[in-house]
């Protein structure tokens, strides 16, 4: 099954090229094929445009470079690596064959791989891993973080009452420089802002960012290839750098930072243990002092602090961060509705969206001031966020031709479509509009009565509001009445019309009159 590459895990392709990783090691990461990544740097490559402009382009721009690759879905693969995490967990178990396990692997899929090919795809796929496994980081690389699973209280100060908070813990492996904070949840929101927090602590941007296999992280854990949230992918992207989750099963690439746990609980959570805190601010000045003092102590085999190893040999290895810290996403399907809107449900209003998506099924994307609406990773409307409940929020140029005419009414449209046809036409249609509560309605009346000099002329239609006005009358019905029976024609009166005075009855000379009957 061919599926389009998603243009913010093109821009992740782009940033490890950029930073020295090998094509294997991008598909690795990013859960991709090798030949995958081949193809689209030969792709990036063969592009006018130097890879590092490329990254600096929106991901509309780089949909319209690449409109049509696509990768493959190889679900035989799929099925084999996935076999792999039940060979491994019965390594050690006595009596393992590895032809045991192949047969059952034949007897569970349509089309396996022959003994030989299956043997190769696991030492292949086990000598990575092991290689992997090896305590070498290279300084600026890596950023592991995690929640401890201990947690942290605050008191109420008016009822002594304690609450939980969770505390959040990120630490750059090379130099084993920590940073630390409280927080009220382990929620994606929270896990956004305390990595972001921890960026601007460290003061730079490491490759990638490893977390542990956290809800508000990662949707879908794997061994292989996790899903990670879209907001916090999207974080990554703001920041230029990746999200690594650690593997499943494989609780070496967590000691480090549960090191660091423990750690955090002998440096803080002890000295604390005795005092009482009545907020989350008042706990993380705390947690940020004993931080510092942590983070300068000298390490028992080494003559330098985390402080002065961070220093001299990861600081300059850091990416710089970006001017603008980065808003928080959120998501929301809709479908267009048949008057062209979309319903936003958190502020429960509606925002207009060109007419020809009308029926489609949309993503929200949307943030504290913004509101944007995608359609199939293409972003067709974004509106200034507008919080006031129940009501539209409009773009003209989404409209279609007779909504947009519709959406332009006003006294002055119509006053102004009036003054073509006379200063009655203008008189009549101005007292009109200023009846009535709901100005729509007279609009609606007002189009009509103007409409009638298509079928009668101008000069006839001021004639008959004229009329009309003498008699202080305002209405369609009664201005087409005078049209269709010719009252127009009969010329002003010296005085004034009543409205009683005017009769549905023409004049003619074949009409006999009440004196004929006398």
């Known amino acids: 099954m061919a599926y389009k590459l998603d243009p913010m895990d093109l821009k992740q392709i782009l940033s490890l090229h950029l930073d020295g990783y090998s094509n294997r090691k991008i598909g690795r990461t ?29 991901e509309e721009e780089l949909r319209e470079l690449f409109p049509s690759h696509s990768t493959i879905n190889n679900s035989r693969f799929e099925a084999l690596m996935s076999y792999f995490e039940k060979v491994n967990l019965a390594r050690n178990k006595p009596g393992f064959t590895f032809l045991y396990h192949y047969q059952e692997y034949v007897h569970s899929v349509t089309e396996p791989y022959s003994y030989t090919q299956f043997m190769e795809h696991y030492h292949r796929k086990h000598t990575k891993q092991r290689g992997s496994m090896k305590l070498e980081h290279i300084a600026g690389n890596e950023l592991y973080i995690d929640f401890a699973g201990k947690k942290l209280e605050i008191a109420d100060a008016g009822t002594g009452e304690l609450s939980p908070v969770e505390v ?23 896990l956004i802002r305390c990595t972001e927090n921890a960026l601007r602590f460290f003061g730079g941007v490491p490759k990638a960012i490893v977390s542990d296999n956290l809800k508000s992280a990662v949707s879908r854990s794997s061994k292989y290839e996790a899903d990670i949230n879209r907001s916090f992918k999207d974080f990554a992207r703001h920041y230029s750098c990746i999200i690594n989750p650690t593997r499943a099963y494989a609780p070496q690439d967590k000691a480090l930072v549960e090191n660091a746990v423990q750690l955090t609980y002998q440096r803080i959570y002890y000295p604390i243990r005795e005092m009482t805190f009545f907020s989350l601010a008042e706990l993380n000045k705390e947690i940020r002092r004993l931080l510092e003092s942590y983070n300068d102590l000298l390490f028992s085999r080494k003559e330098a602090s985390r402080k002065e190893l961070f220093q001299s040999i990861e600081r300059d290895q850091l990416k710089s961060l970006p001017s603008e810290k980065y808003e928080l996403k959120g998501y929301k399907r809709a479908k267009v509705q048949k008057i062209g809107y979309v319903y936003f449900s958190v502020d429960k209003t509606y925002y207009s969206v060109p007419y020809r998506y009308i029926g489609k099924q949309t993503q929200i994307q949307f943030t504290q001031s913004k509101v944007e609406v995608y359609y199939n990773h293409e972003r067709i409307a974004s509106h200034d966020r507008n919080p006031s409940k129940g009501i539209y929020i409009t773009n003209k140029h989404h409209l279609s031709s007779c909504h947009k005419a519709y959406s332009e009414w006003s006294p002055s449209y119509f006053i102004g479509k009036a003054e073509k046809h006379g200063s009655s036409v203008v008189a009549l249609i101005s007292g009109l509009i200023n009846q009535g509560d709901y100005p729509e309605v007279q609009y609606k009346r007002a189009m009509g009565i103007i409409q009638l000099h298509k079928q009668y002329g101008s000069e006839r239609l001021n004639d008959a509001c004229w009329i009309a006005l003498q008699a202080n009358t305002y209405s369609y019905k009664r201005i087409k009445n005078i049209l269709e029976n010719n009252m127009d024609k009969l010329g002003y009166p010296d005085e004034p019309i009543c409205s009683t005075q005017i009769s549905h009855i023409p004049k003619h000379q074949n009409i006999r009159g009440a004196t004929s009957y006398q």
């Open 168 to 190: 959040f813990i990120a630490i750059l492996p090379c130099s084993q420089y920590t940073y630390v904070e409280a927080c009220f949840s382990q929620k994606k929101e929270e």
């Open 30 to 58: 990013l859960g991709l094929s090798r030949n995958t990544i081949n193809g689209y740097l030969k792709l990036f490559k063969s592009c006018d445009l130097p890879i590092a402009e490329l990254i600096n382009k929106t």
